[in-house]
């Protein structure tokens, strides 16, 4: 990094010897007035002072795009806790009936709860499920990869209409409503490798 070259200079340039210093300035300009043990001192001790700035400030910005990335082993853990999670939850659908954002939601589904399993030193975002071309409402198969994990792994979701937990709002004037809201029930499982 380029820090670190800097960090060298500086060390370099503060363990240069007065008397060197003394020399080069007498070469350029002769009548320049002498120079105190005392302003090489600070000098160094800035310059020092400067190059542990940036070597600190270098490790804490590789500690912060270290965090940044996925591991294999966080990727791994998260999503086999999502998907225990997930298997055997339910969730309402769209009272329209078209099942036409379904794709969009299941992927986001994975994705927030691999994020959430994904403990304390994992990053919270740079994962993605990208579902496959056969998908359909009733069962789908999407391709999770995280951001710095070389590990991808496949989660199948099947949804099918809950028996009993549809909701009917009531109606205005409190008698029977006209729309049903569908509950579906979500059988999730997971493999490594691609899907």
Same mark, same amino acid.
């Given at each position: 990094?380029?820090?670190?070259?800097?960090?060298?200079?500086?060390?370099?340039?503060?363990?240069?010897?007065?008397?060197r210093?003394?020399?080069?300035?007498?070469?350029?300009n002769?009548?320049?007035?002498?120079?105190?043990?005392?302003?090489?001192?600070?000098?160094? *001790?800035?310059?020092?002072?400067?190059?542990?700035?940036?070597?600190?400030?270098?490790?804490?910005?590789?500690?912060?795009?270290?965090? =940044?990335?996925?591991s294999d082993?966080?990727?791994?853990?998260?999503?086999?806790?999502?998907?225990?999670?997930?298997?055997?939850?339910?969730?309402?659908?769209? !009272?329209?009936?078209?099942?036409?954002?379904?794709?969009?939601?299941?992927?986001?589904?994975?994705?927030?709860?691999i994020?959430?399993?994904?403990?304390?030193?994992?990053?919270?975002?740079? *994962?993605?499920?990208?579902g496959?071309?056969?998908?359909?409402?009733?069962?789908?198969?999407?391709?999770?990869?995280?951001? =710095?994990?070389d590990?991808?792994?496949?989660?199948?979701?099947?949804?099918?209409p809950?028996?009993?937990?549809?909701?009917?709002?009531?109606?205005?004037?409190?008698?029977?409503?006209?729309?049903? !809201?569908?509950?579906?029930?979500?059988?999730?499982?997971?493999?490594?490798?691609?899907?």
């Open positions: 990094m380029v820090v670190f070259v800097l960090a060298t200079g500086l060390i370099a340039m503060g363990c240069v010897k007065a008397d210093v003394r020399r080069w300035r007498e070469s350029f002769p009548s320049a007035p002498e120079l105190p043990d005392s302003a090489f001192v600070a000098a160094r *001790v800035v310059l020092f002072g400067m190059a542990g700035i940036g070597i600190f400030s270098a490790f804490q910005f590789m500690a912060v795009v270290a965090d =940044g990335e996925w082993d966080e990727l791994s853990s998260a999503v086999s806790q999502a998907t225990a999670e997930l298997d055997g939850t339910s969730r309402f659908g769209d !009272i329209f009936g078209d099942d036409s954002g379904f794709d969009e939601e299941f992927a986001t589904m994975i994705e927030e709860e994020v959430e399993n994904g403990g304390g030193g994992a990053p919270q975002d740079g *994962v993605g499920a990208s496959a071309a056969s998908n359909k409402p009733s069962g789908a198969d999407y391709t999770v990869q995280a951001a =710095g994990a590990a991808a792994f496949c989660v199948h979701v099947v949804r099918t809950s028996k009993d937990g549809d909701y009917e709002p009531p109606g205005i004037a409190g008698g029977a409503g006209s729309v049903t !809201i569908p509950n579906y029930d979500f059988a999730v499982t997971s493999r490594e490798g691609a899907c």
